[in-house]
T-cell receptor, first 115, second 114 residues
Framework: AQSVTQLDSHVSVSEGTPVLLRCNYS??????LFWYVQHPNKGLQLLLK??????LVKGINGFEAEFKKSETSFHLTKPSAHMSDAAEYFC?????????????FGQGTILTVHP | ETGVTQSPTHLIKTRGQQVTLRCSSQ?????VSWYQQALGQGPQFIFQ???????GRGNFPPRFSGLQFPNYSSELNVNALELDDSALYLC?????????????FGQGTRLTVV
């Protein structure tokens, strides 16, 4: 069985400081991995995706993530937080084969950004 | 805007009742998936439909059922509602093809069972 674990349920940063949201995965094959963001009262939005090409993936709004197979990690980072980054973030493992679109979500990390 | 719309946005039902939630997929998409997101949790996969056939199911009982129509819109039906069914229900549409797993989500239906 495959799974993702988000290591922090809440992360709090000050505006202008770096953001680090941590995700570890477990998969019997070399996976694809996504990060999604969920703003209050809005749908889930894809931030970035790793699909076995470059291990450093750049996404929208200045976010990036690095796939590290040796550490089974896919941590999300941003050099400088903005107030609009406050939201809940999900690390996601998509199934392959005939289950395209079946996604396994982590528990989520709520990011709070202080002025 | 993802082009995926869900209705209604909010719903209150009584335990034991039945409910139908609706989803209109993004144009050109042939696959729809449904997820349940309980408060404080990540979304959990309920099932997926591809070309009107169920194409995978998560760990949910048979009282959760679905339909996909020829225009690729979809319904999620839940019978014999329980208090624990209270959650945000998310619909996601995608185009099933090798190498493409991106799903586009609607804003969800908030179901409260009392």
């Amino acid at each position: 069985a495959q799974s993702v674990t988000q290591l922090d349920s809440h992360v709090s940063v000050s505006e202008g400081t770096p953001v680090l949201l941590r995700c570890n995965y477990s998969s019997s094959y070399s996976p694809s991995l996504f990060w999604y963001v969920q703003h209050p009262n809005k749908g889930l939005q894809l931030l970035l995706k790793y699909t076995s090409a470059a291990t450093l993936v750049k996404g929208i709004n200045g976010f990036e993530a690095e796939f590290k197979k040796s550490e089974t990690s896919f941590h999300l980072t941003k050099p400088s937080a903005h107030m609009s980054d406050a939201a809940e973030y999900f690390c996601v493992l998509p199934a392959g084969g005939t289950s395209y679109g079946k996604l396994t979500f982590g528990q989520g990390t709520i990011l709070t950004v202080h002025p | 805007e993802t082009g995926v719309t869900q209705s209604p946005t909010h719903l209150i039902k009584t335990r034991g009742q039945q409910v139908t939630l609706r989803c209109s997929s993004q144009s050109g998409h042939n696959t729809v998936s449904w997820y349940q997101q309980a408060l404080g949790q990540g979304p959990q996969f309920i099932f997926q439909y591809y070309r009107e056939e169920e194409n995978g199911r998560g760990n949910f009982p048979p009282r959760f059922s679905g339909l996909q129509f020829p225009n690729y819109s979809s319904e999620l039906n839940v019978n014999a509602l329980e208090l624990d069914d209270s959650a945000l229900y998310l619909c996601a549409s995608s185009f099933l093809a090798r190498g493409n797993t991106e799903a586009f989500f609607g804003q969800g239906t908030r179901l409260t069972v009392v």
